[in-house]
């Protein structure tokens, strides 16, 4: 009898470990689908944070020489471009394609360079990617290229690189340090944005790529 009442208690505990699986994980929480975007500041090198640290001072001494150095183009003509603190909300800009032209401000040659250029419009697109958002220069000789990161309601974090005459469409930041950009995304007007380059590679001390819908 009591060898019978041990064996059922044996039966029992075993039947309940095993009755049924534990229940499946809650689902994602709202908005955890699709990719996750990488942050900008683990994508980028310590020669463009530093760059892009010092954009006051590449807006304080690019229109310092524009305003007093000679220069090409009607600068004039460019308005609430070369203002600094020109940002607006909502900077996220469609995607489609765009007219742009480049504004060179400053010289690294000193007195000996032009203060400024004002260059003829190019065709530029804006493209949604696996890994968001994605600016392209599709003419002229300079075409850069690369991701928008989100940064806040006012400013998006531009990392790519740049691509010289017939070459490939640049895509590969960190892989060509000398290729390598970093800029400001903002919007300046209804529909209008801006890529604010600070210390560029070569030429100017600051760039300004204006884009408008196409």
């Excluded at 095993?18 to 980028?44: E, N, Q, Y």
Aim: net charge neutral; aromatic share 6%; charged share 20%.
């Amino acid at each position: 009898m009591r060898r019978s009442l041990i064996l059922a208690s044996l039966l029992l505990v075993s039947a309940c470990a095993t009755a049924a699986p534990p229940p499946p994980p809650p689902p994602p929480g709202p908005g955890m689908s699709g990719p996750v975007l990488r942050d900008w500041r683990g994508v980028i090198t310590s020669f463009d944070r530093d760059r892009l640290n010092r954009i006051d001072a590449a807006w304080e001494l690019a229109l310092e020489q524009a305003r007093r150095q000679e220069g090409s183009g009607d600068l004039a003509s460019v308005g609430d471009l070369l203002q600094p603190r020109a940002a607006l909300p909502n900077v996220t800009p469609p995607v489609g394609d765009y007219r742009c032209r480049t504004v060179k401000l400053g010289s690294q040659s000193g007195e000996e360079g032009l203060g400024y250029v004002v260059y003829g419009w190019f065709r530029c697109r804006i493209e949604q990617t696996p890994n968001g958002l994605k600016f392209s220069k599709l003419t002229g000789s300079q075409n850069p290229a690369g991701l928008l990161f989100p940064e806040n309601g006012e400013r998006m974090i531009f990392l790519g690189s740049l691509a010289l005459g017939a070459e490939p469409p640049a895509n590969s930041y960190g892989q060509r340090p000398d290729r390598d950009m970093v800029a400001l995304l903002e919007r300046i007007g209804p529909a209008r944005w801006r890529l604010a380059i600070p210390w560029p590679q070569t030429e100017s001390n600051l760039d300004l790529i204006e884009l408008v819908p196409a």
